[in-house]
């Protein structure tokens, strides 16, 4: 370091040098401290405050939205009777909607490098929290924090990983990834957000070139040999990964047939589930089958009416977002999943095995 400060400052001049050492000290303070996961797995991504959540979000009516394409992707949520859905387009930018659903706080959150959607509670241990993005990555996973609980937070793991609340699990909501097609034609009248963030963002523009589709683009190392995960997937493409337990399972979209939706019934370490997915509406979602007494409910997919149901043999119905027509308190099974890229799944849950016909 003294031969690097002597360089600097033969070349540069002290300015440049005492700013440089003021950026290395803030630097390894970022990455320093006590983590929960590998520390050599972090990495400095962005900096803090560069990708800025969205606190007070605005919204337009589903059949009133514009500015999207019919491929766009959208992250649909259900609470209470509110149906909100937050394009990719303005996420890919932001990462973070901190709002409120039914007098539920919610965090609506989009890792864009691992390509994850996950909703989470906001009320912590009776403390309401405002997630923002650090800018730091843990497997190329965003880490948020926030400045009520002095914790830093791992998206995909859905738990602390640095600070006063570390290893303590955050409670997830269902959403649904879908194509905006789709999306319109099931629920034209949800609410959707718009692009008035109060920030000056290309939305619609991807914040990082071709790395959605280039499978030799990831911007950190990982602790895996990505030429070995290339070689079972596309590194980008995007898997349902469903944990039970300590088991992962993966499934791809082109396990279902292409047109409506269909369904996949399989069993994770002893658990009934059922993977509802549909290609051409790009979107895929797990349920446990267990009924009542534990066993496995039949259950099938209808799209009636610009309506997609999923039913039982007893004829009683659910949403796709797992809710039951009839009786809210009557809800299908939740399973900890959610949509990622492969590598993203691979890298977390080395473990994890891929769904085969």
Known sequence: MN???????LFLGWGTVA???????????????????????????????????????????????????DESTIIGIKIGENIKAYPL????????????????PIAITYSTLSGSSIAFDRNINGTTVDFRITGLLYNSNTILSEFETFT????????????????????????????????????????????????????????????RIDSTNIFFNLPHDLDSLNQVLFLKEKIL???????????????FQEEGF????????????????????????????????????ALEVQEQDGVVLIVDQ???????????????????GKLESNIAYWFSWATFYPQIEIFKE
């Open 241 to 255: 990964g469903v944990k039970v337990a300590d088991v992962v399972k993966g499934y791809k979209l082109d396990s």
């Open 152 to 211: 830093d937070w791992s998206q995909m793991l859905r738990r602390g990983i640095r600070g006063d609340l570390s290893e303590v699990t955050l409670k997830d909501f269902q959403v649904l990834e879908m194509n905006w097609a789709k999306w319109k034609q099931l629920f034209p009248n949800s609410a959707v957000l718009n692009q008035n963030t109060s920030y000056n963002r290309p939305y619609g523009t991807y914040p990082y070139g071709d790395y």
């Open 19 to 69: 700013f440089l050492l003021v950026t290395l000290a803030c630097a390894n303070s970022r990455l320093g401290g006590k983590w929960t996961v590998p520390s050599a797995q972090i990495a400095e991504g962005e900096g803090n405050g560069d990708i800025p959540a969205i606190n007070n979000p605005q919204f337009t009516k589903a059949s009133q939205t514009t500015y999207l394409t």
């Open 314 to 332: 007893a004829d009683n119905k659910w949403s796709i977002f797992g809710i039951n027509i009839e009786n809210n308190q009557l809800p299908l």
């Open 262 to 297: 269909s369904i996949i019934e399989d069993e994770i370490n002893g658990e009934p589930i059922i993977i509802i997915g549909s290609p051409s509406a790009a979107f895929m979602v797990a349920y446990s089958a267990k009924n009542e007494d534990g066993q496995r409910r």
């Open 3 to 9: 031969f690097f400060v002597a360089y600097i400052k």
């Open 89 to 104: 387009e303005i996420l890919d930018w932001h990462e973070v909607v901190n709002e409120e659903i039914d007098s539920i």
